[in-house]
């Protein structure tokens, strides 16, 4: 069950930094709203995630789905550069977060 409070918290951890760029530093309420709960829910499911799993685990694995999925919407929604060498280090992150769930041993 942990993981799946991780998982969540990751795309949580996705969401509001999408949300700071649409809510253009938080002058638009209709997005700031939303990104502040998606923060606050993904911060709360990581507490939850790391009562069982190790917190070095845990934050490497919020971190690294927030730091994946983020630079993907980046590129989907923004318009931003993927070249073969960026795209090549987004998917080593992705390449790490499989292996600390392997790793991890819970």
Avoid: D, H, Q
């Amino acid at each position: 069950m942990a993981w799946l409070w991780l998982l969540a918290a990751g795309l949580l951890e996705v969401a509001w930094p999408i949300g700071f760029k649409y809510s253009n530093g938080f002058t638009k309420m209709l997005y700031t709203i939303p990104t502040c709960i998606a923060l606050i829910l993904s911060f709360a499911m990581l507490s939850k995630a790391a009562r069982t799993l190790p917190i070095g685990t845990s934050y490497a694995v919020w971190t690294g789905i927030g730091v994946f999925g983020t630079a993907l919407f980046g590129i989907i929604l923004f318009n931003e550069s993927y070249t073969l060498v960026r795209l090549a280090f987004i998917f080593l992150i992705f390449v790490g977060i499989v292996g600390l769930k392997l790793t991890a041993g819970s």
